[in-house]
C-alpha cells in the first residue's frame, strides 16, 4: 500500500496553512495613509503625540480606519484620498515643522496579520507607479571643491610650522603655492611632502611649488562623494515617506533613484531634485566699492574671488573662495521665524567642529561681513551676508533672507538631510502613473491566470483524477511561493510576474514525469500501488537534475544582473523550491489518502 507517515501529513498541512496566511495580505489591496516622523533628532516619536494625534482627529471629527507606530513613525489609515489631503494639512497646522507629515499607502489587511509578522510584497516602480531618476555627479566641480578645502589645509599646515607663505591660487585641477625666496620655497616643500600625503609636490621654480591630487586620492575622493550623496538622497527619501525607494549606484558618477508608490510627485521631483548645499565664505571688504563690483559683473573678477547676486534683489557681492564651512558641518535644521522681524528663517546647528571653526572664525573677523551661501544646480545664490558683530559661540546659525514658509522648511529639510557631496543633475527622469501600474497588474494577474487555468483543463482532461490532484499541487506551489515573497519582503515587478507565470510552467513538468512514468509502469504489467510508488520514485532524479540546473541559472542571474533581473531570478529560484515541495510531497499525498489504503486498487483515473 502506498501510504505517508503521519509526521509527512503534518509538515504539508503546516506548511499550507502558514502559506495561506502569510499570503492573505496581498490580496486586500492599499488605503490612503498619512504617516508622521520626526523632522530632527530631537523631537521624539513617542506615545504622548500618539495619544494627541488620536485626541485631535477625535476633536475633528475626521474618520480613520487606524493609527499605527513603529520605528519609522506614525501611520494613520484613512478611508480615501480626500480625508487624506485634509488630514496632513490638518496635523501639518497642529505639530509644526518639527514633524515631517508625508501622504503614503498601507496595506488594508486585518491587525492581526500585521500581528504576526504578515505583510504584503512590496510592489515596484512599474506596477504601483511613481518616479524615476537617473542623476549624474559633477566630479570636476567636487574636486575643484575639494581643491579649495586644501588651499586652507595648506595655509594651516605652513603657519603652524612658522613657514612664511607667499600666496596659494587655484589654477585648473592644480594648486601653486608661492614663497619668498628659494630657501623658504625648499622648507615648505618638505613640510608640505610629509604632511599632504594625498597631493604629489612638484617645485616649478626658485619661489613654486605645484600640488596636484595623486590617481588614489581622486579615485578615493570619488566613491566617498559617490557614497554620500547616495546616503544624503536616502534621507531625504526617508522624510517622503517612501515605503520602498531604490537608490542604487550606477557606474562610477551615477545614482538611481526610484520611488514606488509616490502620489505627489511633484514634491519628490523638487525635492530629489534639488541639491541645495551650504557653504559660508567671506566677503571680500577689499572689493566692495561700487567700481570693483561693476567690473565684475562684466566678468573682471579678482583673483581669488567669486562673483553672486544676494539675496532676491540681485545685489552683487564678491566672496573670497576659501570655504569657511560646509553643509557637513550641520548637524540639525529647522525653519521658524526670525525673532526681529518674524520673518520665516532657517535655524541651523553646527557639529563640535563646525562650531568650533565658526566661533574661531566669528571671533578673528569682527566688524567684517560673512556670506552665507546656498549652492543649487551649480548657481550659488548669496541668501544672507551680515556684518559679524560679536563672538559667536554654541554653533547655532540663523539664515533669513526674505523667504515663505514653504521655502524655508524645504532648505531645512534639504540642510538637515545632509549635504551634497557634489552637485547631481537630473539626466533622466520617468514617471509612471497609478492607473498605468493597475493596468501592468491587471495584465500580470491575467497571464498567470489563464496560463493556469489552461494547464488545470489539459491536466484534467488527459490524467484525470490524477491531473487534478496535479492541477491542485500546483496551486499550493503558486500558494507557498506568493507566502514566501512576502515573507520576505521581496519588490515584486513586472519581471517577477513574469517568473512566476515561468515556474507554473516548469512546476507542471515534474507531475508530467510522475505521471507519464505511472502509465509506463501500468502498461508494464505493474501492480497500481507499485506504479504509483515506481513512478514517484524513479521520477524523483530526473525532476531533481532538471530543478538544479535551473537553480543554478537562477542563481548566476541574481549574482550578476542587477535590478529587474534580480527580481526575477529570486521569484525563479524560490518558485523552484516550492515546486519541488508540491509536485512530489503535496500531490503523492492526495493519492496516497485516495488511493493508499486502498488493498486492491480495482481502477486508477489516469
Known sequence: MNHYPRWKYCIIFVALVLGLIYSMPNFFGEIPAVQISSANSIVQIDQELLLNVENN??????????????????????????????????????LGNNYMIALNLLSSSPDWLSNIGAFPMYLGLDLRGGVHFLMQIDMM???NKQLDRQINEVRSLLRNAQIPLGGVNHDGQTLIVKFRNDKICSLGMEELRKKLHEMTCVQLDETRIALTLTPESIKKFQNTTLQQNVLTLKNRINELGVAEPIIQQQGIDRVVVQLPGVQDTAKAKDIIGRTASLEIHMVDEEHADQQSLQNAARGLIPPGDEFYLSGRDNN???????????????????????????????????????ARIFSQVTRDNIGKRMAILLIEKGNGEVVTAPVIRQQIDGGRVQITGHMTVKEANDVALLLRSGALAAP????EERTIGPSLGLENIAKGVHSVLWGFVTIAVFMSIYYRIVGIFSTLALAANVLLLIAMLSLIQATLTLPGIAAIALTVGMAIDAN???NERIREELRSGCTFHASIHAGYEHAFGTILDTNVTSFIAGAALFAYGTGPVRGFAVVLCLGILTSMFSAILVSRAMINLTYGRQRKITSLSI
Open 512 to 514: 508530467v514525469l510522475i
Open 316 to 354: 552683487p557681492i564678491l566672496v573670497k573662495k576659501a570655504i569657511v564651512l560646509t553643509g557637513e558641518n550641520i548637524s540639525n535644521a529647522s525653519a521658524g521665524f526670525d525673532s526681529h522681524n518674524n520673518e520665516p528663517a532657517v535655524n541651523i546647528n553646527l557639529d563640535v567642529r563646525g
Open 141 to 143: 566641480t567636487a574636486i
Open 424 to 427: 547631481m543633475n537630473i539626466i
Open 57 to 94: 482627529l477625535k476633536q475633528q471629527r475626521i474618520p480613520y480606519l487606524g493609527i499605527i507606530s513603529d520605528a519609522s513613525g506614525i501611520k494613520i489609515k484613512l478611508p480615501n484620498t480626500d480625508i487624506q489631503l485634509k488630514v496632513k494639512d490638518e496635523l501639518q497646522h497642529i
